[in-house]
């Protein structure tokens, strides 16, 4: 199993950043694409986010020129980075991630425990 920790979430005043990580550990053989979601209250989870194994990205359109999301595969880890943050902004945010137990399973699909973002003056 994949164990997906987020960090980085906290408290930030409009216009500001903040950058989240999420590590993967576990067993595994292969990292898929990983992605980035959020939950605000009352509302469904939404994507923000999300990076193939080959570097392709795809923002959600609330998103676009101010959140960059990265990975770095030797540590099995994703970014997202947050800039011109607004209160809209304000959410869960959760990482999640296709991997494969070994090279003879299918696809595999995890999420992390989420860390919260609130943007707020």
């Known amino acids: 199993q994949v164990q997906l920790v987020e960090s980085g979430g906290g408290l930030v005043q409009p216009g500001g950043s903040l950058r989240l990580s999420c590590a993967a550990s576990?067993?595994?053989?292969?990292?898929?694409?990983m992605g980035w979601y959020r939950q605000a209250p009352g509302k469904q989870r939404e994507l923000v986010a999300v990076?193939?194994?080959?570097?392709?990205?795809n923002y959600a359109d609330s998103v676009k020129g101010r959140f960059t999301i990265s990975r770095d595969d030797a540590k099995n880890t994703v970014y997202l980075q947050m800039n011109s943050l607004k209160p809209e902004d304000t959410a869960v945010y959760y990482c999640?991630?296709?991997?494969?137990?070994?090279?003879?399973?299918?696809?595999?699909?995890?999420w992390g425990q989420g860390t919260q973002v609130t943007v707020s003056s």
């Open positions: 999640n991630a296709d991997w494969k137990r070994s090279w003879y399973s299918s696809w595999l699909n995890s």
């Open positions: 576990g067993r595994f053989v292969s990292i898929n694409s």
């Open positions: 990076i193939s194994s080959g570097g392709n990205t």
